[in-house]
């Protein structure tokens, strides 16, 4: 059995260093891992380094072959539901923050099967359940509620909630839950702390090591991610596909996912400390996708629709389209707070429309509940 | 001119190329590469389908009477897993033929011969037509053969790759020791690559990739079909092997003439 934890390798890292590193790289560090066919992480530092930008078109035109390649001409769709937006943790970037004195709403039952009924209509099969952190409202056995109240609606559940104990995931897994995502936000372990300074989520080893407890738990897929513009972009994008690389050789039978939120203004909170340009956020993603032929990379309606548009074929695989951020927002209560204002209104139909002019088939059902065994006692 | 008929089961195929049905861009797409490719066993994952739903896309383009359907566990990481997936895809699309395949492994989709074996044996006994997806163990193949299984179908190279017959040298031993068809699964990229694996003797290919992600898959799926006629009918014309020994005299045998 593993013991290890990622703590352990990322502990050997200094912030700095790793900047200096990446901003050091070459033109000719640019070429040599352009021409490599297996890319390691001092070839991921290269190509999101500001030597690599000349080369965009050439990454970019890698990583379609690439994606092609290992995804086909498909493009899997998920949409969030939020079932609350209470929570007890203190985020300077986040309109859920604690501090954020708006009011607060969890779905009962009846108001999740209403936004259910919503989003089924559209044709959704994938699922992401997300929810602030509040454990007596929001605690696992909310979660472990909802995933049985849904489980005979979607294909595929997916969360992003709080960070859970091992035998927690284990547990809603049992129920039918196929994939966690846990973005640590940022790798700055000290800024991490004045972007979360109050709440549970202020303890950054512990978020550290939630994807080390996911593939001990035996969870599907992992996704991982930072808050782009909260520290360094380069830097942070590094150390995640540190993790990653650590992720898969430790848990081996576990799928990874990345994604790329991009840090935008939402109801009283702070501006990106570093912007990312559409060109930057272009780069990364190919970056990822020469680092990495399988991870599934997806792209959310945080990015505009003629990002979105073009972004398709540089390298991602999952996309998100008519999503409400807000808990209700489908149906229930429209008006509630939500988490970030979205940048791309279109409708599902709409962005499967679009995919379709591409040359791409929307993938509405990649998974079955029949091939998990742990949720075959029901 | 025609090739023989390729038996497995109960079933015989006229044409011994087989499809996978995933990575086109769309399902009408598919429907006419497959059609054009003359393939009559296409494998569809489970995870892909909604069947309950009859106006599934994937299932209602893959309705053609010319296609079999060969239900593929894509997903599960154990036997066990494995087994229960095989009873729902006989329930949902009402047939007992199963591409078995138990990749626990989601980066390079690289089959686990413990668990394969297992689930093989127990599928066989359950009822099931099962054609496991194993790498190109010889021991391995002949194992699933004594469990039961209808075919063995090893990897040509790692699924998705392209790459062709890797593992050629262990494909030849698979093709010369087995007692039930070979079908040479995954990697093969080029109909060049479906040929070689037809000429060295193999009774089938299954092409996916190749076909779903080329400039125009109708087209591709023409060009395999072919290929995999031409190595057929170049094995069964005994194909004349290059050969390094050839002399006119006989020094070492010539006594024997006297």
Redesign the interface.
């Known amino acids: 059995m593993n013991d290890t934890m990622f703590k352990e390798l990322f502990d050997t890292y200094d912030w700095d260093e790793v900047k200096a590193s990446i901003y050091a790289k070459t033109e000719r560090d640019v070429i040599e891992a352009l021409n490599k066919t297996h890319r390691d992480l001092e070839d991921f530092k290269a190509l999101i380094s500001p030597a690599a930008l000349p080369f965009l078109e050439e990454m970019s035109q890698l990583s379609h072959a690439l994606t092609?390649?290992?995804?086909?001409?498909?493009m899997q769709m998920y949409v969030p539901l939020y079932l609350s937006n209470e929570c007890q943790n203190i985020c300077n970037y986040c309109g859920f923050s604690f501090d954020n004195h708006i009011k607060r709403k969890t779905l009962t039952d009846d108001e999740i099967l209403k936004e259910v009924a919503v989003i089924k209509e559209w044709g959704y099969?994938h699922v992401l359940l997300v929810t602030g952190e509040a454990s007596q409202t929001v605690g696992v056995p909310y979660l472990k509620h909802a995933v049985q109240l849904i489980r005979e609606h979607f294909?595929n559940i997916s969360i992003e909630v709080q960070p859970l104990e091992e035998n927690e995931y284990h547990e809603l897994s049992v129920e039918g839950l196929n994939a966690v995502l846990v973005y640590q936000e940022t790798y700055h372990k000290d800024n991490y702390k004045t972007h979360h300074p109050k709440g549970k989520k202020s303890n950054f080893y512990y978020r550290l090591e939630t994807p080390d407890r996911l593939g001990k738990a035996g969870v599907h897929k992992i996704g991982l991610g930072v808050l782009l513009g909260l520290e360094d972009w380069r830097v942070d994008s590094f150390f995640t596909a540190l993790h990653l690389d650590y992720l898969?050789k430790t848990y081996?039978?576990?799928?990874y996912a990345v994604s790329f939120p991009r840090l935008r203004p939402a109801e009283g909170v702070l501006l990106p400390k570093m912007e990312l340009r559409d060109k930057d956020l272009a780069q990364l993603i190919c970056a990822y996708r020469l680092f990495n032929g399988?991870v599934e990379l997806s792209i959310s309606t945080r990015e505009n629709e003629k990002f979105r548009n073009n972004i398709i074929k540089l390298g991602i695989t999952s996309i998100s389209a008519g999503s409400k951020t807000n808990p209700g927002g489908y149906s229930v209560e429209p008006e509630s707070l939500e988490q970030f204002a979205i940048s791309d209104e279109r409708t599902p139909a709409e962005v499967a429309t679009m995919l379709?002019q591409n040359?791409?088939?929307p993938?509405w059902?990649?998974?079955?509940l029949?091939?998990?065994?742990t949720s075959?006692d029901h | 001119m025609e090739i023989k008929g390729l038996k497995i089961g109960d079933k015989v195929f006229a044409s011994r190329l087989f499809t996978g049905t995933g990575k086109f861009s769309s399902s009408a797409l598919m429907k006419r590469a497959l059609l054009a490719s003359g393939s009559e066993l296409v494998t569809v994952a489970l995870k892909r389908v909604d069947a309950q739903n009859e106006e599934d896309d994937i299932l209602k383009h893959l309705g053609h009477q010319q296609f079999n359907l060969l239900p593929n566990t894509s997903g599960v990481r154990t036997a066990k897993e494995a087994v229960f997936a095989a009873q729902m895809a006989r329930e949902a699309l009402e047939t007992n033929w199963l591409k078995l395949e138990i990749h626990p492994d989601p980066k390079y989709l690289l089959p686990d011969p413990i668990e394969t074996l297992k689930a093989a044996e127990e599928l066989v006994k359950l009822g099931f037509i099962v054609l496991p997806y194993v790498h190109a163990d010889p021991v391995l193949c002949k194992r699933l053969e004594e469990v039961g299984v209808a075919a063995v179908m090893p990897l040509g190279s790692p699924i998705g790759s392209n790459k062709g017959l890797r593992a050629k040298d262990f494909l030849e031993i698979i093709i010369a020791q087995s007692k039930v068809p070979v079908v040479v699964d995954a990697g093969i990229g080029a109909p060049s690559h479906a040929a070689e694996a037809m000429e060295m003797g193999a009774d089938a290919v299954l092409v996916n990739t190749a076909i779903a992600i080329a400039g125009d898959p109708v087209r591709m799926a023409i060009a395999f079909k072919l290929a995999v006629e031409a190595g057929r009918m170049a094995f069964e014309a005994r194909l004349a092997k290059p050969s390094g020994l050839a002399v006119a005299s006989s020094p070492l045998t010539a006594f024997l003439e006297d």
């Open positions: 092609l390649k290992r995804f086909g001409r498909t099969e294909a898969e081996w039978q576990t799928k399988e379709k040359g791409y088939e993938v059902k990649d998974w079955d029949a091939l998990m065994t075959h």
